[in-house]
């Protein structure tokens, strides 16, 4: 899946030109968490979220009748002035319409962000994929909108199994939304495949995969022998 089918692409953005405040009213009135930032021109500059704003800001917990209350009101007012081009991250990691989901995934992990935006080859701005974004397209690349039934499969961590798995549940003429694959378990000489069948009705497909040499296991079950012991 690409970033241009998971983009928000009908997109707020700031200028150079705002004050902190004003960035800080938009994103509030908006209820968004990052906005991008762009030159007069429309290329990308800089993004702030409302992390950037809450750690600019003085705690609001001081008591209200106390001088440092009124100290903190008077920061606050005076940091609302100051320009946002102060505050944003300038030249901030971003991603291109045909960069992969996978791509934005590792991206964000790498860098620690909520959210990137999406420029063109100029740098001129697109879009903004957010956390929230890939939640979605995961649960569209998973099918799991869909009813159905979550197997867990062990099988020896040998080349073919995957195959072998998906003749038997075609076999049995059921459609399989997703596979997901999880290699690195406490027994290295097997893999577990997670499908999510299309259907509720699986107990003759179940009884197939044990019968073809498949070792089936509920998928809280396998997740909770993949814990650490406790001593």
């Known amino acids: 899946m690409f970033v241009f089918k998971t983009m928000t692409s009908a997109l707020i953005h700031g200028n150079e030109e705002m004050t902190i405040g004003e960035a800080h009213d938009l994103m509030r009135e908006k209820n968004i968490r990052h906005l991008p930032i762009t030159d007069a021109a429309g290329k990308l500059v800089g993004i702030v979220s409302d992390r950037d704003l809450r750690s600019a800001l003085p705690s609001s917990l001081h008591e209200k009748d106390s001088s440092s209350w009124q100290d903190s009101h008077d920061k606050a007012a005076a940091i609302m002035q100051t320009p946002i081009t102060t505050l944003m991250t300038k030249n901030p990691v971003c991603v291109y319409p045909f960069d992969t989901f996978q791509d934005v995934l590792l991206l964000m992990q790498r860098h620690r962000v909520g959210a990137l935006p999406v420029v063109d080859e100029n740098r001129f701005l697109q879009g903004i994929v957010s956390g929230g974004d890939m939640i979605n397209a995961f649960i569209d690349v998973m099918g799991i909108k869909q009813p159905g039934t979550l197997l867990c499969v062990l099988a020896p ?10 003749d038997v549940i075609s076999a049995e003429g059921i459609s399989t939304g997703s596979i997901l694959v999880a290699r690195g378990l406490k027994d290295d000489s097997k893999k577990a495949f997670f499908p ?36």
Not at 157 to 166: A, I, P, S
Not at 203 to 223: C, H, I, M, N, S
């Open 196 to 231: 999510y069948l299309l259907t509720n009705n699986v107990a003759r497909v179940k009884q197939k995969l044990v019968e073809t040499g498949f070792q089936l296991l509920e998928p809280v079950q396998w997740y909770l022998d993949q814990l650490p012991k406790k001593v």
């Open 157 to 166: 961590d040998q080349q073919g199994q995957m195959k072998k798995l998906v």
